[in-house]
């Protein structure tokens, strides 16, 4: 078998972020253009003879572009692919494998969160050899390779099978087919206490009912083994769980919209604990009867309860992080703790610590089992611990801060871009500092107090991170950010966040407030000033995210 090169012209608009290469699938079906895109990876990055990990959330077209990799790692010298079975490897599985046996990096099929199926969304992304996303200079290296290839190289040879397990040859190339879950299962084994899990779950088995649902996407499979196979829950703690290339015809975003049918069940049923993972498993969702869990005050509930979990207890937390929109609630608990906090770029409704390089919705919904089941080890009341009471306490301890995320989703992109230069002649006028504004709903007023587009500059590599979402905090503590996502693979996505604290000494009344009447006037002022409906053409988000707490008198 000999490779041959492949004449081509390059397409317009290739150009990955972190999260990628993200298109309709019909883009990539077109004739040459995934191939110009795999190929470029390969003339950016020195691969030659090197260990590749291939696989990915088994959404729609997935097992073609797989093959395609195949001919062009193959034709590049690669000297081995480790492909998950079928295809299928979550984004933090595949971080894991990149890590555990010291490949050179990864491509990963997926859009995350986005929907699945022919007239839907795809994806390419490449990790580096620390299991982490490309940073921005080689994503800017492959960008500019697709911007002027001629040619690709392809090996023609069958089809791999991908559902048998073991190793076989591509030509000269070596393609190890692997199960997809058992080295992701071995690492969550080292990290959580699963001992006392299983404990808690088969003593409290009558009245501590959990349920997961897999949207359709990759994290199924996972769930299943963890879940089931190891904690030994009854089938009915799963739902969704079969990976679909259309995501079951579903939206796979773990969110109060996209997971409703989780949220019905877990309130009809009274279940305790519920959870979500997205398409590829990077994200994640926690929602007990009556109480929903803002990604802020998940990370930090986790931080403030690292100590039970053994991963941490060993080693020790050395810091926290959370991206600039996500709450200031882990702040808080840093502060308390004597540790380090920083403010970094991007969010995704994610949450994550250092034993891969990408987050992962699975880890922490076994890290909240962990901390249930470590709640009601230390209560010898016979109280049963559940997220609700988390919650609370976390509130008494810290405050709370009321949250809410806002998503226009594939919005016009010029309407979006009037929006973000609205925002940012608004932070260089010298005239908006101190400016008032007043709710129209409810009479509230605040007074901007400071405003500025987020930039970031890495203390290790020291890369700058440019243009990351326009800040506006006011007198009282609270604050909004706009964010243009990158997330889409048509349109625009806007995010806007609201965020305001109130301190424990506020009392419960005031801490267990619902979330909509605690943020109204905010809400109100972030609209106004950024002319969001005239700019977007939308009364109505796609998606809102909040914080509910049901209080005893619901």
Known sequence: MSAKEVPTKPFDGQKPGTSGLRKRVKVFQQEHYTENFVQSIFDAIPLSGSTLVVGGDGRYYSPEVIQIILKIASA????????????????????????????????LLTASHNPGGPNADFGIKYNVDNGGPAPENI????????????????????????????????????????????????????????????????????????????????????????????????????QNCEPSPDFGGGHPDPNLTYARSLVEAVER???????????????????????????????AIIADWAEVIPYFKKGGVKGFARSMPTSAAIDLVAKAKGLEYFEVPTESFGTGSDHIREKDGLWAVVAWLNIIAAANNQDESGKLWGIREILNRHYAKYGRSFFSRYDYEEVSSEGAQKLVDHLNGLIKSSSF????????????????????NFDYTDPIDKSVSKNQGQVVTFSDGSRVVWRLSGTGSQGATVRVYVERYVAPEAGEKELDRDTGEGLQALIDVALDISNLKQFLGRDQPTVITVSIILSSRM
């Open 76 to 107: 590049n010298g690669v000297s081995r692919l480790i492909v998950g079975k079928d295809g299928i490897l979550s984004t933090p599985a595949a971080s894991n494998i990149i890590r555990k046996y010291k490949a050179n990096g990864g491509i």
């Open 139 to 238: 994503t800017e290296k492959i960008f500019t390779k697709t911007k002027t290839i001629s040619s690709y190289k392809v090996l023609e040879a069958p089809a791999v099978d991908l559902s048998k397990l073991g190793d076989t040859t591509y030509g000269p190339l070596k393609v190890s087919i692997i199960d997809s879950v058992k080295d992701y299962l071995e690492l969550l084994q080292t990290i959580f206490d699963f001992d006392l899990i299983q404990s808690f779950l088969t003593s409290r088995k009558a009245d501590f009912k959990v349920l997961f649902d897999g949207l359709h996407g990759v994290t199924g499979p996972y769930a299943k083994a963890i879940l089931l196979d190891t904690l030994g829950l009854p089938e009915s703690s799963v």
């Open 269 to 299: 049923d009274g279940i305790l604990f519920g959870a979500a993972s997205d398409g590829d498993g990077d994200r994640n969702m926690i929602y007990g009867a009556g109480a929903f869990v803002t990604p802020s005050d998940s990370v």
């Open 433 to 452: 500092s101190g400016k008032l504004y007043t709710s129209s709903a409810t009479g509230t007023s605040f007074t901007v107090a400071r405003a500025y």
